[in-house]
């Protein structure tokens, strides 16, 4: 990227520019503690360690002034999470701490729960801290909270934005609520607890920097910091060519399925970039209406995919500080109703991650007939999602568990795609084996890459893995979510589509049933739920990959003799 890039934005402020560096670096700081404190204090296996959540600190207005290392999945919606805090409480007090996961009101889904804190220093309102935390469990009829139903009523409690705090101390009548209507609360009080002090980290370090600049010049270096990221934005989109593009992809269902029909029904969105100068439009005119299950996005679950697509190809080397201020040259727009634009009481809980996967890999292919050399293949677009509950039989205590199975990360214009990672939106780790198999009453008889799954290119795409989970002496309630079960990843520039997710139940008889994408299913005892996560697309005609690269394809078995045959003319 050109120095000039980044030396505009610093010439551009008030403020000493040593100064503004070492407050902006602080704040980022304060962002990333506040995640080490939830990882290091939460209980459940979803946030200690697979790290479903994010972590930021926003001014008085709302504004996301500094992001940590977390989800870009929560880029778009996290802004108005707070504002809706600010909107219904708009006196807030030292030792206030609120709470909600309304979808309609800055959510993303219900399981997404906010914790909203503010910082003062004196009476001095200096803005505050939000950590939303993905809880495994949050009600409604199945456990994991993933049924396939068709309001938002029908997914789990549903929080407004409330006072959860007062003067530094909990309501419990507020408590006795959320906690009466999940199945594990002990685990979801712990959960809350990591949230109020990660909440807690952050509005401390903002302490402290007033202390040690003042309270002026921290709110004015506040504002500058989302100036700064501007400035760089629009520089960034200014190297990119102008052009309107247009991409429609086909998604898999949404889980609901029409009367005597034993298979989902298909729906499609529509995207039209319009990149002209510093600014870019996404307009998702033309997508399909409202469905009735739970693949509706709201508007803000919608612009994340747009924004974390946009970050990727316009900051390739990710010096952007992540903000508010980067996506103020970005609109995105779509029908109200639109299922990329819910209304209520529309169910949500799929599009979360399903929606904001597909989006970021349909602005990649719009942006590919603008900038082909600035973007890359399709990735696994699913989170590929599966949920247990039920009774743990070695204590009697109720469990639910919560996991991502990870796919194939894109081909792009110089590289492979990356095997078995958590791609675009999602920044989630794996849930290791040993802690899954001591937390719940489950056994993972194989986690391996799926040879063949990158699509051939002259850059490989990334490889999906396979998952394989046995249900230990007790029937298990189950749920799955993912995509791209009908229309694989696609690839670019000539690149072969990745290989296509693929579930099964196989029963203790070895009967084997093939699933829906989507919706709840009972697990006896002994049965096994085996998943296989989509790989990602090549880049590139597969004829024109190095003979060498290919050789360490075969010899590290990602792909096999048949297919070198078959996608890249080897001969025998």
Not at 49 to 56: I, K, L, M, P, T
Request: hydrophobic share 40%; with cysteine; charged share 20%.
């Amino acid at each position: 990227m050109p120095d000039t890039l980044l030396e505009a934005p610093i010439r551009q402020a008030k403020t000493d520019p040593a100064r503004f560096e070492v407050v902006k670096n602080a704040l980022y700081s304060a962002a990333e503690e506040m995640k080490i404190v939830l990882a290091k204090t939460a209980y459940s296996p979803l946030l200690k360690v697979a790290g479903d959540y994010s972590c930021g600190i926003f001014d008085s207005t709302g504004d996301m002034v500094a992001q940590g290392p977390d989800l870009p999945i929560h880029l778009g919606s996290m802004p108005d999470a707070v504002r809706a805090v600010i909107a219904a409480y708009p006196e807030v007090e030292p030792g206030d701490v609120f709470i909600h996961n309304d979808p309609y009101h800055g959510g993303s889904h219900l399981p997404d729960v906010n914790v909203v804190a503010p910082a003062f220093f004196g009476n001095r309102l200096l803005g505050f801290g939000c950590v939303r935390a993905h809880w495994p469990d949050i009600g409604s009829a199945t456990p994991g909270s993933y049924g396939a139903v068709t309001e938002i009523y029908g997914e789990g409690l549903r929080i407004p934005p409330v006072r959860l705090y007062r003067n530094g101390r909990p309501d419990p009548d507020i408590e006795r609520i959320i906690f009466a209507n999940v199945r594990t609360p002990a685990e979801r009080q712990g959960d809350l607890r990591a949230q109020v002090a990660a909440n807690r980290r952050g509005t401390l370090r903002l302490e402290a920097l007033a202390r040690k600049c003042g309270v002026d010049q921290l709110l004015q270096i506040m504002n500058e910091v989302l100036d700064y990221s501007e400035t760089m934005m629009r520089a960034a989109l200014r190297l990119l060519p102008d052009g309107e593009a247009s991409f429609a992809d086909v998604f898999d269902g949404d889980g609901v399925l029409a009367p005597g029909a034993d298979a989902d029904e298909p729906f499609t969105v529509k995207l039209t970039l319009r990149k002209c100068g510093e600014t870019i439009i996404a307009d998702f005119t033309g997508s399909d209406g409202q469905v009735p299950g739970p693949m509706n996005a709201p508007l803000t679950v919608t612009a994340s995919g747009v924004y974390c697509a946009l970050k990727m190809i316009a900051d390739p080397k990710s010096l952007i500080p992540p903000n508010s201020g980067c996506w103020r040259p970005v609109t995105v727009t779509a029908p109200p109703g639109s299922v990329v634009n819910a209304q209520l009481p529309a169910p949500v809980v799929y599009a979360n991650h399903e929606i904001s996967h597909r989006v970021a890999d349909m602005v990649m292919a719009a942006m590919f007939q603008i900038s082909p050399r600035s973007v890359m293949a399709a990735s696994q677009g699913t989170s590929a999602v599966v949920t247990f509950g039920g009774v743990d039989p070695r204590s009697g205590e109720r469990y639910v568990s919560y996991e991502s199975l990870k796919g194939g990360f894109g081909a792009r214009p110089i590289k492979d795609g990356i095997n078995a990672v958590a791609g675009t939106v999602s920044n989630m780790m794996n849930t290791p084996i040993e802690m899954l198999e001591i937390s719940f009453p489950l056994r993972v008889e194989e986690y391996a890459l799926i040879p063949d799954s990158g699509g051939a290119g002259a850059w490989r795409g990334g490889l999906g893995a396979r998952r394989v989970w046995r249900v230990l002496g007790h029937e298990a309630h189950a749920a799955v979510c993912c995509e791209r079960t009908l229309t694989p990843p696609f690839g670019l520039a000539g690149g072969r589509p990745g290989g296509a997710m693929r579930l099964w139940l196989e029963l203790p008889d070895g009967t084997r049933r093939p699933l829906n994408s989507k919706g709840a299913l009972t697990i006896p005892a002994g049965g096994r739920l085996v998943m296989e996560a989509p790989g990602s697309g090549g880049y590139g005609p597969p004829a024109a990959r190095d003979p060498e690269l290919l050789r360490e394809d075969l010899a590290d078995g990602y792909v096999t003799a048949e297919a070198a045959r078959r996608d890249y003319d080897i001969p025998d």
